[in-house]
């Protein structure tokens, strides 16, 4: 039964994928940073699978020590954790430097931290995805602070290949989806046409079950090509 790691799966994109992995017989290890959204999900996804979850922050030197220690060994990394910053979204110009610091700790630091302890563990031909989104290549007004992290996630994703041939190392984008983090960065406005985050799972599944290259995917391409 091989294992994942996935941050941030009490909804959303990581929840949907969770339940996609459960169900193909993954054991699962999940996070998020409110405990009953989480028991929720664990006891949804415990009627598929062996399930962990442990609920904290990302940020957190010792609860990324207690997810990696509870996996035990590992096959999948997905770091899907996320923060947004300050709703609505400031520009460069004035964006408080404390709310960008925060960003940058759980968008770029502790995905990188959960990676350096991953590599311990991960076999050859492990994988590595981390969640990115187009803001990380787009240069949209009021989203430098969200998109220059996740720019700086990718970068990393991309020396990580360099360096660890031996596994595989993914940046995905899953495009817009109907969540938590997409209402924060449109307060007040009607979201309910963009795509539920159960759209970008395929494109998931076909870098962590198929052989791909390392590098830096866009989900509902991936489907495309498939189809």
């Not at 300050?86 to 925060?102: D, I, N, V």
């Not at 630091?109 to 969640?131: C, K, M």
């Amino acid at each position: 039964m091989p294992t994942a790691l996935i941050t941030g799966a009490s909804r959303g994109l990581g929840l949907a994928l969770a339940r996609e992995l459960a169900a193909d017989g993954w054991r699962l290890v999940i996070d998020a940073r409110e405990p009953g959204a989480l028991e929720l999900a664990r006891a949804e996804l415990a009627q598929l699978t062996d399930v962990v979850a442990l609920a904290g922050d990302v940020a957190d030197d010792a609860h990324r020590r207690r997810l990696l220690a509870t996996a035990g060994r590992l096959d999948l990394l997905v770091n899907n954790a996320s923060v947004l910053g300050p709703s609505p979204q400031p520009p460069l110009a004035t964006y408080p430097l404390a709310e960008l610091e925060h960003v940058y700790a759980v968008n770029v630091l502790a995905p990188l931290a959960l990676i350096q302890l991953a590599v311990l563990l991960l076999p050859p031909g492990g994988r590595i995805v981390n969640v990115t989104s187009d803001a990380a290549v787009e240069p949209y007004a009021g989203w430098g602070g969200y998109g220059s992290s996740k720019a700086a996630l990718e970068q990393l994703g991309n020396v990580l290949a360099a360096e660890h041939p031996e596994l595989l190392v993914y940046t995905v984008d899953p495009g817009d989806m109907r969540t938590q983090l997409q209402q924060e960065a449109f307060p007040g406005e009607d979201i309910s046409d963009r795509p539920e985050p159960e759209a970008s799972v395929p494109g998931l599944l076909a870098l962590i079950q198929g052989e791909l290259p390392s590098g830096r995917y866009r989900a509902r391409d991936l489907v495309a090509v498939e189809a």
